[in-house]
């Protein structure tokens, strides 16, 4: 059992930038695809990120592109987003997941990520 912790999210203002990290419990931390999904209120949860196992390769959804860098740093457990130039849009509780048996692969695939963190809340306020 994988167990992922995600910092603390936050409210900042339109245009701003917000970190997120999130830590996991597994040594073998580079086996997993690590990925961002967010879920806004009265939708469906949603691909945001994702970031293979070794941290080769990368994607992401086409309204973040350009504004959001998933990275990881395999060392330390840890995946993080950065989130530059954030929307009102991008209000969401953002959820990190790992999905096993990605080492060099990513996924925007929701039903492979077996283990999730317990999500945090990020307001943009305009």
């Known amino acids: 059992q994988v167990q992922l912790v995600e910092s603390v999210g936050g409210l900042v203002q339109a245009g701003g930038a917000l970190r997120l990290s999130c830590a996991a419990s597994?040594?073998?931390?580079?086996?997993?695809?690590m990925g961002w999904f967010r879920q806004a209120p009265g939708k469906e949860r949603e691909f945001v990120a994702t970031?293979?196992?070794?941290?080769?390769?990368?994607d992401y959804r086409d309204s973040v592109k350009d504004r959001f860098t998933i990275s990881r740093d395999n060392a330390k457990n840890t995946v993080y987003l950065q989130m530059n130039s954030l929307k009102p849009e991008d209000t969401a509780v953002y959820y990190c997941?790992?999905?096993?048996?990605?080492?060099?692969?990513?996924?925007?695939?929701?039903?492979?990520?077996?283990?999730w963190g317990q999500g945090t809340q990020v307001t943009v306020s305009s």
């Open positions: 970031i293979s196992g070794t941290g080769g390769g990368t």
């Open positions: 997941a790992a999905a096993p048996g990605f080492y060099s692969r990513y996924t925007r695939d929701y039903v492979k990520y077996q283990y």
């Open positions: 597994d040594r073998i931390f580079s086996i997993y695809a």
